[in-house]
């Protein structure tokens, strides 16, 4: 489409843009090594890689994230963004289902032993209740 205007492309233009595109694989390639790395550990040290909850998160994954691409190519921004929370629920599945039940494994915290006592998290509860709404407020007068 042309608006009249001539177009002009610089050297710091194509080069500001090479080096964009740059940074953008290679972060890709870091995640993706560290993706596999993680996942590589996960199954060393508890050799739950492809359990049930694993594949159908893995397949929850790929299939919310063609309806991303799918919601962004119709114009429907609200439901790419449902998908990509779904992707990021999906990813933290995989993850917290293979380091069940730690925690922390290397100070050998479980599940069961960061449990805190009911009267601790009704105390919590009741603080929230109150301060969050003040919290909010400000927000709102602001």
Known sequence: MNTGQPTTITLAGVLGGLVIVAFTVFDGVAFLVLLGLTLGVIHATSGALFTTVVIVCVLGTVGLAGGYVLA???GRPVLAFVAVAGVVVAV?????????PYIDRG???TIESAFVSPLMANFMTIATSLLLPLVLSYFVVL
């Open 72 to 74: 962004l190519r119709r």
């Open 92 to 100: 933290l599945g995989v993850f917290a289902s293979g380091a069940y």
């Open 107 to 109: 100070a050998g915290l």
